[in-house]
T-cell receptor, first 113, second 117 residues
Framework: DAKTTQPPSMDCAEGRAANLPCNHS???????VYWYRQIHSQGPQYIIH???NNETNEMASLIITEDRKSSTLILPHATLRDTAVYYC??????????????FGQGTELSVKP | DGGITQSPKYLFRKEGQNVTLSCEQN?????MYWYRQDPGQGLRLIYY???????QKGDIAEGYSVSREKKESFPLTVTSAQKNPTAFYLC????????????????FGSGTRLTVV
């Protein structure tokens, strides 16, 4: 019952911006979009989240379309250490299954020298 | 430093045995969660707890049990009833939202890889 779809893999040149797309056409009005990344055999690492507005932090920017049916994670200057699986996730409100994260399959990003 | 500690990192279990995975957090988070990850897949929710002495089943609770006797601890037992227990298990915690739509990011542990031999 994944609510997100992502391309299975992407490549990016080191130093360039990595733009990772995500579709979430069935998202509900009070469900947030979260992005996590996971390096093999480690726990997922939080990157950013948003509801309606675009967001930016020290790691990345999140662009959410006005209709909220899709979003893009932007890593402005990708490094080799950004190679990981990136998950676009819908988070349910806290009163719905404790705020469960609904994972999709993720995008395997390879940053190349 | 605050964080979540899972132990052990690797665990081997014989068929028919119960095993318990440890999860401890010192972040003062109210909510704790257990997820399971199979190769090439995203995470699926096993159990969650929003408050001490209370927990709820997630999507794949069959064959698992939990307890929440202390705020800091949320151990997961994989019972012999779990037919395919080999997987990567992740524990997480979060601040419980004050409002109906409040959301805060999860902090994950580093995981326990369970293998049935």
């Amino acid at each position: 019952d994944a609510k997100t779809t992502q391309p299975p893999s992407m490549d990016c040149a080191e130093g360039r911006a990595a733009n990772l797309p995500c579709n979430h056409s069935t998202i509900s009005g009070n469900e947030y979009v979260y992005w996590y990344r996971q390096i093999h055999s480690q726990g997922p690492q939080y990157i950013i989240h948003g509801l309606k507005n675009n967001e930016t932090n020290e790691m990345a920017s999140l662009i959410i379309t006005e209709d909220r049916k899709s979003s893009t994670l932007i890593l402005p200057h990708a490094t080799l250490r950004d190679t990981a699986v990136y998950y676009c996730i819908v988070r349910l409100p806290i009163y719905n299954q404790g705020g469960k994260l609904i994972f999709g399959q993720g995008t395997e990003l390879s940053v190349k020298p | 430093d605050g964080g979540i500690t899972q132990s052990p990192k690797y665990l081997f279990r014989k068929e028919g045995q119960n095993v318990t995975l440890s999860c401890e957090q010192n972040l003062n988070h109210d909510a704790m969660y257990w997820y399971r990850q199979d190769p090439g897949q995203g995470l699926r929710l096993i159990y969650y707890s929003q408050i001490v002495n209370d927990f709820q089943k997630g999507d794949i609770a069959e064959g698992y049990s939990v307890s929440r006797e202390k705020k800091e601890s949320f151990p997961l037992t994989v019972t012999s009833a779990q037919k395919n227990p080999t997987a990567f298990y992740l524990c997480a915690s979060s601040i419980r939202g004050l409002g109906s739509a409040s959301n805060y990011g999860y902090t994950f542990g580093s995981g326990t890889r369970l293998t049935v031999v």
